[in-house]
């Protein structure tokens, strides 16, 4: 069974920095494209980043300058650093893998407010 488990969500005041964790197995992590995506109230899921095995990243235009994807190849673990938090970024964020196929993580909350 696929597992992607994701770390790092919380409270923070518009202008911080949040940096969230998603570990999975080594068998996912050197095959499948590793993104975030992310589900506001009352909103459809949306991509905020992705980033292929090799290392080519994708960003969603809102985060661009300010959201950073990365990946540990060593920990099996995929990043996303925050950085210039808005109100407008609080949302469920979700960890994806896709090759084909999509797993999901359950998700982590983040929340922007002062």
């Known amino acids: 069974q696929v597992q992607l488990v994701e770390s790092g969500g919380g409270l923070v005041q518009p202008g911080g920095s949040l940096r969230l964790s998603c570990a999975t197995s080594?068998?996912?992590?050197?095959?499948?494209?590793m993104g975030w995506y992310r589900q506001a109230p009352g909103k459809q899921r949306e991509l905020v980043a992705t980033?292929?095995?090799?290392?080519?990243?994708n960003y969603a235009d809102s985060v661009k300058g300010r959201f950073t994807i990365s990946r540990d190849n060593t920990k099996n673990t995929v990043y996303l650093q925050m950085n210039s938090l808005k109100p407008e970024d609080t949302a469920v964020y979700y960890c994806?893998?896709?090759?084909?196929?999509?797993?999901w993580g359950q998700g982590t909350q983040v929340a922007v407010s002062s």
């Open positions: 994806n893998a896709n090759h084909f196929v999509d797993y």
């Open positions: 980033i292929t095995r090799g290392g080519s990243t």
């Open positions: 080594a068998y996912i992590f050197n095959i499948y494209t």
